[in-house]
């Protein structure tokens, strides 16, 4: 059968269920099976989901954790994460319980503005188009005050917009630069609205400006878009103890897992190999929070691992230090996420999400955002440097290996009993299972 298929989109969802698996299945009323039993009974629930992208023939669970007993700036949170890494809740559970008793972490807000950019080319006189960028620089705030007034009752707004000459980089390359301040929302919607009207503005001004000469007054307009890269909209989140004060067992002194987690940071700082997968295990609390909470995680993404190169080799977005027997322990983290607009009121999730929060605004949400990577990185790294990252994270996945087996409730037990104090590795459970199979 081709597997090219004109007006798939024009399908009904049962139509195109039906095509994809006769087409590319060996046994299609098995993985029909498969794909219906996605669908949630609740029709209502089903159609919002449907509706949210196109050629929609299921859904994609991930499960929904939490973690409790977050203290950030002296207020109580359980913060919910959608993950489907086996350990990472426990592992910020379990961060959020260490720093609690120990005056627990503390956030704040550095900066919060947005960037968007029109992209054009000019082939001219760069100083003629200084003086008309000049001169009708308030003609693009007055253009978009439609769009604008009720940002700005909202205290938000276009912050400044700057011509920048990119010529150097790129022959007849000029940017309209312009800054932000979207408040609750993320803002996407808002600013690249915002950008479109610009270019308008710019190329019909432009057209009717008598100083340019024919090319000068064709300048091309390439694209209006956001910036992912929000280095101006950044939290810190933090915590910091006396040294001694950094051991909860009696098998590791405070002071000498203290040095050795700063060790472990300096490390991050200058090897790129090691930033990267330290990062990665930041993300696993940043991602799942950010997901939970109807944002955009690929834009975090994107704009967090560009910060984590800003200096011109990628490194560690946390930092560590002891200062007079003071351990300090942070993360500067670059977050452009909103609390209104978007998913945030269409995903019934997320409203849960972000009640169980206290609905908080766009900036209590980047603290609790990145308290929750802190949170996630201060676990790995403390596994790392103490019982090794395997340990836990073995024993998580054990669930993983016993339910790929279809392992009995008592078969789970007898293993979870055996692994208890013993190297724990796939092969080695396997290995256990069919024994007591046998
Ligand atoms: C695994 O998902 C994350 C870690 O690799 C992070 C790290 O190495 O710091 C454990």
Known sequence: MTQNIKGFSKLSKEEKIDWIVNTYFHNPNEAKEVVLQYWNNNENIQKLHDEFIENTITNFYLPYGVAPNFVINGKDYTIPMAIEESSVVAAASKAAKFWGERGGFKATIIGTEKIGQVHFLFNGNKEKLKQFFNEIKTKFFSDTENFTKNMQKRGGGILDIELRDKTSELDNYFQLHATFNTKDSMGANFINTCLEQFAKTLENEAHHYDNFTEDEKNLQVIMSILSNYVPNCVVRAEVSCPVENMSDTASIDGKEFAEKFVNAIKIAEIEPYRAVTHNKGIMNGIDAVVLATGNDFRAVEAGVHAYASKNGQYSSLSHAKIENGIFTFWLDVPLALGTIGGLTSLHPLVKFSLEMLGKPSAEELMKIVAVTGLAQNFAAVRSLTTTGIQQGHM????????????????????????????????????????????
């Open 395 to 438: 024993k998580m996945h054990i669930m993983n290996i016993l339910n790929q087996h279809h392992a009995t409730k008592e078969e789970k037990q007898q293993v979870l009993d055996y692994f208890k104090d013993t190297t724990i590795s796939h092969s080695l459970v396997v290995d256990y299972l069919e024994n007591l199979r046998k």
